[in-house]
């Protein structure tokens, strides 16, 4: 397969301040919509190309247009995707892992099959990003991963999510490790633990709940700032992660939760 070396399709205007994220390149994962979307959209604003994954097509045609975004559909949970995509897309000085899959219910609701799907999705594809693209980063002595996690695992326990808080708290167990392997060959690795953010898959389970109104003002009453988080508010912790203005950080597991833990 033909490898691609992608030139920055952003750069600033003339006059314009400097872009944060000028002449980077990053790959963002879950890029299709919420967190991902917000992440990718904000990273190619501030000058960088991303490469923009998803395994939703449609989902990915809403970010046609928008600076400095390269969408690739793939399927995180398939290494054999991963693979390829670091084939066609060797170089990243930023990976953002933001796939995610939430499922509902206790540990006696919960099937084997959901939670090998839970693990392979939230943590096994963290693995295989990382290691496709972390050589890469070696060479060059500088990169930054930055791992989606949960408030429900780093910081406060969530009722009926064990499959999910089980596979976001090995999330934050990972990302500390990769930070101390490798925080001494120019490799730094955080997580960020967000609260109750007003994304599409939150949006779907409230309206699957029954009584949609009720579940809204369930979620909200969980966050102390009496609202639910916005998408934006985690993209702009992942830039001050991968701006350069942050670059002391290393094994961090930033919460953004409304004061869901408090």
């Keep these: 397969m033909q490898t691609l070396h992608i030139e ?8 314009s301040v400097q872009q944060k994220l ?3 390149t990053a790959v963002v994962t879950g890029a299709g919509q919420g967190i991902g979307k917000a ?27 928008l600076p400095g975004i390269v969408p690739h559909c793939m399927d995180v949970s398939k290494p054999q995707d991963i693979a390829q995509c670091g084939d066609l897309y060797p170089d990243a000085d930023i990976l953002v892992n933001c796939v995610g899959v939430v499922h509902h219910g206790p540990l006696l609701d919960c099937s084997p099959e959901d939670f090998s799907q839970a693990m392979r999705i939230n943590v096994e594809s963290i693995f295989h990003m990382t290691r496709t693209y972390m ?5 060059r002595e500088d990169g930054l991963i930055v791992n989606i996690a949960s408030a429900a695992a780093a910081s406060k326990s969530a009722e009926n999510r064990f499959a999910y808080a089980t596979s976001k708290g090995a999330v934050v167990a990972l990302t500390k490790s990769i930070a101390i392997d ?9 997580s960020i633990s967000p609260g109750t953010i007003y994304t599409p898959s939150l949006q779907e389970r409230i309206a699957a709940a029954g009584n949609s109104e009720q579940a809204y003002r ?41 004061g869901f833990s408090l």
């Design 135 to 139: 050589p890469g980063m070696l060479e």
């Design 39 to 65: 992440i990718a959209t904000r990273f190619g604003l501030e000058g960088a190309t991303v490469v923009a994954v998803d395994r939703n097509e449609e989902t990915l045609a809403g970010l046609d247009g």
């Design 8 to 15: 920055n399709q952003s750069q600033p205007s003339e006059g």
């Design 22 to 24: 000028s002449g980077k």
């Design 218 to 258: 369930d979620f909200v009453a969980r966050q102390p700032m009496g609202r639910l988080g916005q998408p934006e508010e985690v993209a702009a912790v992942a830039l001050m992660m991968a701006s350069g203005e942050a670059n002391f950080m290393s094994g961090s597991d930033v919460v953004i939760d409304g």
């Design 182 to 190: 490798y925080i001494g060959r120019g490799v730094r690795c955080n």
